[in-house]
């Protein structure tokens, strides 16, 4: 490996859009992958200015692999999807460069963990329960209808649809999804209804700043069916999560405004909840009547965000000032 290059964004498993922008911001590129030959890796690949092949799944391995790196100024790991955005964080501590910790990656991927941590700074908590699949009608009869159901385990490895979260409005809808369940514990929630916005923002040094808010339509920011509409099969039945783009379809105008009152202390608790202080994000809400409130969230960004640009140039210091977030 030759001597490092800064700044330098180490990418794992990156996109070919997402090292074309490190370059455009002014980075050096090193993109790690476990099989650089694959289909969409070597295109990647050829875009990069370094590569190193090897299983970034591998803690262990990443860490040996990127050891020449350890302390290095304006040096980061990147990883911007549910499965690289942790490694990614593991790494960048194991080699003392910046980004976010573990910990507050895995609490921000986690529901469960999120959850706790929201209902003991908020006055309104969401009722929920943890269970396996066989417990699964007596939990949902504990938090109440409708509620939603989801396993508990990150996305790594992983269809992201197959973790998404189904609505169930009573104990049948309960019994019949007991069989077609994957193994592994659950999160049961109680339904916060209300029109769904993904909101993106990007975090910098523990001040977080809005960049963008999308009303979703159909099915809400994390795959719910409306709350209508029955549910007879597994977690992911929603298939239409693409925003319309329509503001006034999601609620109040107010609502919708990143620079709203409402909005920008919902990112901040759910944000500070998980002690993520660096980083892009992504969360989704709902506008119920006791105002917005989170539904779920995920230490990524959306695969056609921008904030790969913003992250990428606010750790290697380089001139993006759109990640300058204003201190709350």
Known sequence: MNP?????????????QTVRVAREVG???LMVGPDLTAPGMNRAAAEADQVLEADWRDHRRLAAGLAHLTGVSRVSVFGFEDATALAAARANWHLRLAGSSPRSVAVLSDPLALREQINAITSVPVRHALCSAVELPRA??????????RPRGPAAGTDPAEAE???????????RLVGRLPAGELVVEEYLEGPRVVIEAYSHHGS??????????????????????????V???GRDRRASGSRGSAGPERLLDPDGPELTR???DTLDAADYWVGPSRITAALTARGPRPVAARACPAQESTLPAV??????????????AQAS
């Open 235 to 237: 977690p992911g039945i």
């Open 311 to 324: 992250a990428i140039a606010a750790l290697l210091e380089l001139a993006e000032p759109t990640h300058r």
């Open 140 to 149: 949902a009869c504990q938090v109440g209808f409708p509620c939603t159901v």
């Open 27 to 29: 980075a050096h590129t």
């Open 4 to 16: 490092p290059l800064t700044p330098l964004a180490v990418l794992l498993n990156p996109r070919v």
């Open 208 to 233: 977080h700043t809005i960049h963008g808010v999308t009303p979703v339509t159909g099915a809400d920011g994390d795959g719910f069916p409306g709350v209508g509409t029955p549910v007879d099969g």
């Open 266 to 268: 919902l990112v901040s």
């Open 165 to 175: 979260p189904a609505v169930v409005h009573g104990v049948i809808e309960a019994e």
